[in-house]
């Protein structure tokens, strides 16, 4: 079966860090997904991670464990427009599509 | 611009109705996906084509019909047999078999379905 896991919820302050953690159980592997979804709106492209490691694109980081099925996004000097879902989604061994957790809503504070 | 259009923007279905959601893609992908959002919970995949004239059922097909004639099309009907259908339906489309490797989904706009 197919199981990701990441919080509901969390809280930041605006010019912070913050981490959001994914861990995943899949039938298979071929790459894991992040999206931000603000409400409403349809899902954008992040990152994508493969390979074990750290993947670096501008304010937003990306890592993946392969062996602890944990990836997790790291979001640095954080603005109010990085309010948004936080979707965390695994590329399983079949010709499918992804398979999505149920999202981390990040609240940003001033 | 390239993209995924999606219309209308929300739909509302009578009882007994079917309704076919529509999505085009001009990016000259491969692979079209439909997914369901419901409040709380994550996408999940309905009918999913790797190419053109073949479609494979997702994780929660039934009372869903696709077709996959062109290309760039990959309607959607929900039929009278979807007993819950509200939520919000999301296409996206992927480079496809072609390409190994980083194939990130891009997503339309969404059209959101309520009941009458």
């Not at chain 1, 990701?4 to 302050?13: G, K, L, S, V």
């Not at chain 1, 694109?57 to 000097?77: A, H, N, Q, T, V």
């Not at chain 2, 439909?34 to 999913?48: A, F, S």
């Not at chain 2, 290309?71 to 007993?83: D, G, I, M, R, Y």
Request: hydrophobic letters at 30%; a neutral charge.
């Amino acid at each position: 079966g197919q199981n990701i896991d990441q919080p509901t919820e969390m809280t930041a302050t605006e010019g912070a860090i913050v981490q959001i953690n994914c861990t995943y159980q899949t039938s298979g592997f071929n790459g894991l997904f992040w999206y931000q979804q603000h409400a409403g709106e349809a899902p954008t492209f992040l990152s994508y991670n493969v390979l074990d490691g750290l993947e670096e694109k501008g304010r937003f980081s990306s890592f993946l464990s392969r062996s602890k099925g944990y990836s997790y996004l790291l979001l640095k000097e954080l603005q109010m427009k990085d309010s948004a879902s936080y979707l965390c989604a695994v590329k399983g061994g079949g010709a499918d599509g992804l398979t999505f957790g149920k999202g981390t809503h990040l609240i940003i504070q001033p | 611009d390239g993209g995924i259009t999606q219309s209308p923007k929300y739909l509302f279905r009578k009882e007994g109705q079917n309704v076919t959601l529509s999505c085009e893609q001009n990016l000259n992908h491969d692979a079209m996906y439909w997914y369901r959002q419901d409040p709380g919970q994550g996408l999940r995949l309905i009918y999913y084509s790797q190419i053109v004239n073949d479609f494979q059922k997702g994780d929660i097909a039934e009372g869903y019909s696709v077709s996959r004639e062109k290309k760039e099309s990959f309607p959607l009907t929900v039929t009278s047999a979807q007993k819950n259908p509200t939520a919000f339906y999301l296409c996206a489309s992927s480079i496809g078999p072609r390409v190994l490797g980083n194939q990130p989904q891009h997503f339309g706009d969404g059209t959101r379905l309520s009941i009458l």
